[in-house]
T-cell receptor
Framework: DAGITQSPRHKVTETGTPVTLRCHQTENHRYMYWYRQDPGHGLRLIHY???????DKGEVSDGYSVSRSKTEDFLLTLESATSSQTSVYFC???????????FGAGTRLSVL | AQSVTQPDIHITVSEGASLELRCNYS??????LFWYVQSPGQGLQLLLK??????LVQGIKGFEAEFKRSQSSFNLRKPSVHWSDAAEYFCAVGADTDKLIFGTGTRLQVFP
């Protein structure tokens, strides 16, 4: 998985609780991304980062925030989880050219 | 707006048969095109990519894809499918140098 670690791998939480997912990379790549994967939708971009403290919104950013205080870590936070955020979340990284993305193993999140 | 269409949600083939997975895209400029494969419970693995040059590109695991600008297509092919190829396949287009848009995926089932 190209030096990408996602944690936790599985999480079950209740509606209204905050949740933070972590993506850690050892490749020193500049770009990092968070996607969600849902049946019939493929992968949709939530947020991405160009570098430390430099982030931007993707296609489905409502209800999510991110932070990147170090090159190697990109955190995705659900401030108040809802059942519609039950999904599999993937982190990806890409190098300076930003052309090829490499994916982590995913985090399966269930919001009850 | 950029988009990717994978018209086949599910394909079933016999082991040893040939395979073609379809991908059509909508993009205003010359796209970067990718095929990824996802095995159950795993992240996405890059199979091949097209940036420029030869329109027939070779990838890992014996896969190839052909870029046809006139048809806005980037179909994935394999001459002889193995049982281990059963997975979900995603086509993606590079909207910029640092963002990808994914199709909804094609699930491949292989019968012995």
């Amino acid at each position: 998985d190209a030096g990408i670690t996602q944690s936790p791998r599985h999480k079950v939480t209740e509606t209204g609780t905050p949740v933070t997912l972590r993506c850690h990379q050892t490749e020193n790549h500049r770009y990092m991304y968070w996607y969600r994967q849902d049946p019939g939708h493929g992968l949709r971009l939530i947020h991405y980062s160009y570098g430390v403290k430099d982030t931007d919104k993707g296609e489905v950013s409502d209800g999510y925030s991110v932070s990147r205080s170090k090159t190697e870590d990109f955190l995705l936070t659900l401030e108040s989880a809802t059942s519609s955020q039950t999904s599999v979340y993937f982190c990806a990284i890409s190098d300076e050219d930003g052309n090829i993305q490499y994916f982590g193993a995913g985090t399966r999140l269930s919001v009850l | 707006a950029q988009s990717v269409t994978q018209p086949d949600i599910h394909i079933t083939v016999s082991e040893g048969a040939s395979l073609e997975l379809r991908c059509n895209y909508s993009y205003g400029a010359t796209p970067y095109l990718f095929w990824y494969v996802q095995s159950p419970g795993q992240g996405l693995q890059l199979l091949l990519k097209y940036f420029s040059g030869d329109t027939l590109v070779q990838g890992i695991k014996g896969f190839e894809a052909e870029f046809k600008r006139s048809q806005s297509s980037f179909n994935l092919r394999k001459p002889s499918v193995h049982w281990s190829d059963a997975a979900e396949y995603f086509c993606a287009v590079g909207a910029d140098t640092d963002k990808l848009i994914f199709g909804t995926g094609t699930r491949l089932q292989v019968f012995p």
